[in-house]
Every structure is written in C-alpha cells, then in structure tokens.
C-alpha cells in the first residue's frame, strides 16, 4: 500500500505586487497554519517518509514546515519543478517516479492543478483545495508506478478553516 497526501501551499503574501510569482513566501497566517496543520496529519498517525513540494518559495516553506514536525531532514524534501503551475497529468508523472522505498509521501503544490488532481482520486470531491488543506489517499499498490490505476481509499481532507477540524 502506498499513501498520498496532496498539501495545497500556506497563505502566500502579497505584500509586493510587483513581487515574482514564484518568489512570494509564507504570510502571518500561512506561517501559522502550516505548523498546525503538520500536527492535525501527526495526528493521523501516518509517518510521513518523503516530502515532495513545487521548489516555489511557498510551497517549499509550507513543505520545511511539514518535514520540521516530522523531525525529517532537508534530504528529505525534493524539490520538482514541474510542480509549479502544473496540470492533472504532471501529478501522475511526478508520482510515478517516486522510489518504491517511500510508502507515505507528501506532496506539496498549487492550484488549480491540486483541486483537479485530487479531484481524479476517489469519489470524495471538493470544489477548491483552499491554502494548507490535506487530502490524503491509500493506493492499493507496492508501486508508484501503478498508482495512477490502483484502486484507492479515501483516508481524510482537513484545512485550517474546517469547523469540524477534519473531514474523514
């Protein structure tokens, strides 16, 4: 069995308008809630092994966040480019190069390319990933190979704002 969790990025700041898209960080919030969210998917019990982020400054705050809680080191966070602004299929792609050695692995990124993605997993369905949600899947498989056609099981989706502190 394989896990997935899809981690949309924290709040990003847009202090500077003219700021890079890629280069916009963590606000207050996002700093906030990054935190917390790591301790809700600690919660989970599930041991995360591999933190998979878009190498945009938010995305890869909000993943050094999550490794933080997890005592993971920086080996432990790979940084992939196609990640950033990506559609549906580069998800599979990236997920299907994944080492096997990896059963739970986090996957950090942006929308809208996250919503339709976790929106091809399983029945479970949201209209919006909103900032720092999780949306974690259990792959019927021993390879990441395979995990785009592996039957899967919806396991949770939580976000910051839920008022029932998480959904499974």
């Not at 999780?134 to 704002?161: G, I, M, N, R």
Request: hydrophobic share 35%.
């Amino acid at each position: 069995m394989k896990t997935l969790i899809a981690v949309r990025h924290a709040k990003s700041s847009w202090d500077s308008i003219s700021q890079n898209d890629f280069e916009r960080t963590l606000n207050d919030r996002g700093k906030k809630d990054a935190p917390e969210m790591a301790e809700r998917l600690k919660e989970k019990g599930l041991k995360v092994d591999l933190f998979v982020s878009s190498p945009a400054k938010r995305a890869h705050k909000t993943a050094k966040y999550f490794a933080e809680a997890f005592k993971a080191g920086k080996e432990d966070i790979m940084l992939v480019e196609q990640l950033y602004e990506a559609p549906l299929e580069t998800f599979y792609d990236v997920i299907r190069r994944l080492n096997n050695k990896h059963e739970v692995v986090a996957l950090f990124a942006h929308n809208p390319g996250l919503t339709s993605f976790v929106n091809t997993l399983t029945e479970v369905r949201t209209d919006n990933m909103p900032t720092c949600s999780l949306f974690a899947v259990q792959a019927d498989t021993d390879d990441w190979s395979t995990f785009k056609e592996s039957s899967k099981k919806f396991l949770f989706y939580d976000y910051p704002k839920n008022p029932l502190g998480h959904l499974d």
